[in-house]
């Protein structure tokens, strides 16, 4: 029978790595995406994701199990996101070429839902306008969008009530409907 | 919050407001017929001796620039007069103190004091201080020292 | 028009399903007669349905072992003292909580000093005083302010041609300030 996150977290408090790997196997692509969504670059994601799983090994004995596992680590991935945000230097325009080359990457070509013109240049629009949210609203955006997380977790994961986490999306929301205006 | 509980609680705020600004504009006109409590305290300064009267603690330090090494309380009256009212304290020395509060403004009280000896005006001046804050008077000379007179004045 | 505006900011809620059941049917029934807000409905619809193409559909998987390397490889590397402690300062002064705990004790530092100022004992007040009239009827006066708090003095001198009030009492020299 599988192992439920708080007694793999239990046997990782009592030096059980192999435990933290379970962990890390679990979650690793969910906070990788979030990751994604919020940062402007695969290789940053990438390293901001191992830094997160990093410093929830570190933070692993403070861990007391009053919210869930995974509510925690998506704090950790976000506050790290956040940073590595606001350090970042990048011109915006540098995004969405980062994520063109990601879907080539992936040779999603022939899947891409925005093959038509004007669908490209939605998309374009779309990205340019997540970008110019605040890091907060962006963190709102991505994690009701990509992991479909409850209110109550997403306040949990950021710190605020499930009132603010409706309101930031609220204004997430407009200021992406007021850009897209055009297109929708 | 429930959006009903959003409908209410901006419901409740707007009539909070309104009932905030009627009970002010009331106080407003209430402001209008207020009294002045004014207490003057009589201090008799010295140097026959090292104490300060334990009464005086209040004003301890601000007796200190007057660099008499004594003072002792004489008495301390209380009057609550009308705007534009006189109140009247008998001073030792048959001296008289009346204090005439003229207006109260930007929180502070604008008096009008007149030190009379007899029937002889010794010093007449119009003072403005904060409300329930003091000055003092000093220099009229009794028993060796010279008398010192706290003037107060709170609009009630 | 009032409910129109509580009705689309909760619109959010709503469309994720994170309203209470009584609080959806009131918004329901609001669409269903309301054809503006409606249409605001079907402008985020078609938002929410964007940002899934374009966050959810297109981000590749990674591959697990590579992944856990770069973690492992972290936990094993041993750490100088400097990168200990800017780690620690760097979570310690970049938690979010902070961002309002620092102003927050700044705003209540300052309640406290205004605070202690405003009830001080009444030596220790701002206790200011404008003399805006003085008439000393010839007599020589003096006005003073006391330092610490602020107090204003008035001190009439005796009239030094004998003319004083005080005629047959004993004074000694007035004080010096």
């Not at chain 2, 010295?46 to 334990?54: M, T």
Request: net charge neutral.
């Amino acid at each position: 029978m599988e192992s439920s996150d708080w007694e793999l977290v239990q046997r990782c408090q009592a030096g059980e790595i192999g435990a933290f790997q379970e962990l890390v196997l679990r979650y690793h692509q969910k906070i990788y995406v979030v990751i994604v969504g919020l940062l402007r670059n695969r290789e940053d994601a990438l390293e901001v994701a191992q830094e997160t799983f990093f410093r929830a090994y570190r933070k692993i004995k403070s861990f007391q199990g009053g919210s869930s596992f995974y509510t925690w680590l998506y704090r950790i991935a976000v506050n790290m996101a956040i940073d590595a945000q606001r350090r970042q230097k990048r011109n915006p325009l540098d995004f969405r070429e980062t994520m063109d080359g990601l879907f080539e990457e992936q040779n999603e070509v022939a899947r891409d839902p925005f093959s038509d013109v004007h669908d490209r240049e939605l998309r374009e629009k779309l990205v340019a306008s997540i970008n110019d949210l605040t890091p907060e609203h962006k963190a709102v955006i991505i994690l009701r969008t990509v992991e479909g997380l409850s209110y109550k977790d997403i306040g949990e994961i950021l710190g605020c009530s499930e009132g603010t986490v409706m309101s930031r999306l609220h204004y997430a929301r407009k200021k992406l409907q007021e850009k897209l205006s055009a297109f929708l | 919050m429930s959006l009903l509980g959003r409908i209410l609680k901006r419901a409740l705020l707007f009539s909070c407001l309104i009932c905030l600004a009627a009970a002010y504009s009331v106080n407003a006109a209430e402001n209008n017929s207020q009294t002045v409590r004014v207490k003057i305290g009589t201090i008799l300064a010295n140097n026959q001796s090292d104490e300060i009267d334990p009464k005086l603690n209040t004003i301890k330090n601000q007796l200190k620039v007057m660099k008499y090494r004594s003072y002792r309380l004489l008495k301390e009256e209380t009057q609550n007069v009308a705007w534009q009212g006189n109140a009247i304290f008998e001073i030792p020395g048959g001296r008289s103190l009346t204090v005439t509060p003229q207006e109260f403004r930007n929180k502070q009280l604008a008096l009008k004091v007149r030190l009379q000896h007899g029937d002889k005006p010794v010093v007449d001046t119009t003072v403005r201080l904060n409300n329930g804050g003091n000055f003092l008077l000093g220099g009229p000379p009794h028993e060796g020292g010279a008398l010192v007179l706290s003037i107060s004045a709170t609009a009630q | 028009m009032r409910d129109c505006k509580l009705i689309r900011e909760s619109l959010s809620g709503w469309l994720d399903g994170q309203l209470s059941t009584s609080d959806a049917e009131i918004i329901r029934l609001h669409l269903e007669s309301c054809a503006p807000c409606d249409g605001e409905r079907h402008q985020l619809e078609k938002l929410q349905s964007s940002l899934e193409s374009l966050l959810v559909s297109n981000v590749p998987r990674i591959a697990f072992e590579p992944f856990w390397a770069g973690v492992r490889e972290r936990i094993t590397k041993k750490r100088s003292w400097h990168e200990e402690v800017m780690e620690w300062a760097r979570s310690t002064f970049a938690a979010p909580g902070l961002a309002w705990t620092v102003p927050a004790i700044i705003v209540v530092l300052l309640g406290v000093f205004a605070l202690d100022s405003f009830w001080k004992l009444g030596s220790q007040r701002n206790n200011f005083a404008a003399v805006e009239s003085i008439d000393a009827h010839g007599r020589n006066v003096a006005l003073l302010r006391e330092d610490e708090t602020k107090t204003t003095v008035i001190w009439l001198y005796q009239n030094q041609e004998g003319e004083d009030e005080s005629s047959g009492e004993n004074t000694e020299t007035s004080p010096s300030f």
